[in-house]
């Protein structure tokens, strides 16, 4: 019974290729203002936060999907530590994918 719950504490997060994101989703990824929140909170960070480290006043029910959203756009990789989920953003992988548009959106979330 233990391992059964270490393997489910630790279970592998999917993250799209980077071929597979589109600006669309990303565009989409952020049309919620929940999301952009939870970008800022990552962008100011600088460095990979814990779900409940990212303040967003909604249900945890709700955080879920966010996250959901914004791993499937490929704006965020969620990496198992321990017995807790970190969120990264992918900005260096996007920057290359689209070039100059994350720096110009981080600017503006950051600004506001």
Not at 5 to 16: D, E, N, T
Not at 63 to 92: C, D, M, W, Y
């Amino acid at each position: 019974m233990a391992s059964r719950l270490l393997r489910c504490a630790v279970r592998q997060i999917k993250h799209p290729a980077l071929a597979q994101v589109e600006l669309t989703d990303v565009m989409h990824a952020l049309s919620d203002p929940a999301r952009v929140q939870i970008v800022r909170c990552l962008a100011r960070s600088r460095r990979p936060l814990a779900c409940n480290e990212i303040e967003v006043d909604r249900p945890k029910s709700t955080l879920s999907h966010h996250f959901k959203i914004l791993r499937a756009a490929g704006l965020i990789e969620t990496k198992p530590r321990g017995t807790e989920h970190v969120n990264s953003l992918r900005t260096a992988e996007l920057e290359t994918k689209f070039p100059g548009l994350v720096k110009t959106l981080l600017r503006v979330i950051l600004a506001t």
